[in-house]
């Protein structure tokens, strides 16, 4: 069973900062294209960041362009989503995911992905 765990999730003001992470198992780690999506209450879940299975191409959805950054780490298995700046539109439930591919191929819709982590609650105060 391919697992995905994410953490580093919490409330922070406006203007802070938060660093998630999703450890992934490695048979998932090394062919996977990776991507975050988050859920807002009472809202649809939403595409935030997508990354290739190369890590060389990443693509953010405009409401986040410029303040997160999407990194990898192999070593670890580990994805992260940098979040900076955040403001309270930032406020949802953060999932991990992750689909079999190749090349430099990224994903940004939902139904692309396979496998998906439980979520970690990222909350921004005004």
């Known amino acids: 069973q391919v697992q995905l765990v994410e953490s580093g999730g919490g409330l922070v003001q406006a203007g802070g900062s938060l660093r998630l992470s999703c450890a992934a198992s490695a048979r998932t780690f090394s062919s996977a294209a990776m991507g975050w999506f988050r859920q807002a209450l009472g809202k649809e879940r939403e595409f935030v960041a997508a990354?290739?299975?190369?890590?060389?191409?990443?693509y953010y959805a405009d409401s986040v362009k410029g303040r997160f950054t999407f990194s990898r780490d192999n070593a670890k298995n580990t994805v992260y989503l940098q979040m900076n700046s955040l403001k309270p539109e930032d406020t949802a439930l953060y999932y991990c995911?992750?689909?079999?591919?190749?090349?430099?191929?990224?994903?940004?819709?939902?139904?692309?992905?396979?496998?998906w982590g439980q979520g970690t609650q990222v909350t921004v105060s005004s």
């Open positions: 990354m290739a299975r190369s890590g060389r191409s990443t």
């Open positions: 995911a992750a689909r079999d591919a190749v090349g430099s191929y990224y994903y940004i819709y939902a139904y692309d992905y396979d496998y």
